[in-house]
């Protein structure tokens, strides 16, 4: 008799084939949420990109044109107010602001911060939310792997058994 000679794979019905079986479906059952969960990590992560972009071109298209105009007229309105006259404005130049009209550039000034705030505060919330995903899919992935060694080495294990299984019943005969 060949000692060495290799041991037949198991049965689809055996235990270790129910066992391998199982372990698999819940490996690719990992597998399928890992995926999910890192979709999920990179539509946040680009969607709080977008948002963060959007607010920049916010910023820089609506808000500080306003406060730049505000900055300007500011002054020569303060001053008309003061005095209450035009005497003191040089010809040729742009007439100061009312009041009136520096208070709803003001209003409309205050209006977009808040939206931009708002936007921020967004595009904070989605980044925190890819960061927990992402730490979401770390730990799964973490799971899915430490269950396959665990697979394997139980895999490993049970060739061991059979291996000494047939070397003693081997040496018997």
Not at 17 to 25: F, S
Not at 35 to 50: E, K, M, N, P, Q
């Amino acid at each position: 008799m060949n000692p060495n000679h290799p041991t037949p794979n198991p049965s689809p019905h055996s235990d270790a084939a129910a066992i391998n079986a199982a372990v698999m479906k819940k490996l690719n059952s990992y597998l399928r949420k890992s995926r999910a969960l890192a979709v999920l990590a990179l539509g946040t992560g680009l969607l709080s990109i977008v948002i963060g972009i959007l607010i920049a071109w916010v910023s820089s298209t609506m808000v500080m044109p306003m406060e730049r105009l505000l900055l300007q007229d500011y002054p020569g309105t303060l001053q008309q107010t003061n005095t209450s006259s035009l005497a003191g404005h040089p010809p040729g130049a742009k007439p100061p602001l009312t009041r009136a009209e520096l208070d709803w550039r003001h209003v409309q000034v205050t209006a977009v911060h808040g939206k931009v705030i708002i936007l921020m505060a967004a595009a904070i919330a989605l980044t925190g939310a890819g960061t927990l995903v992402t730490l979401l899919l770390v730990i799964f992935n973490r799971r899915a792997t430490l269950r396959q060694i665990n697979a394997n080495l139980a895999q490993i294990s049970n060739q061991i058994k059979e291996l000494q299984a047939g070397n003693s019943s081997d040496s018997k005969q």
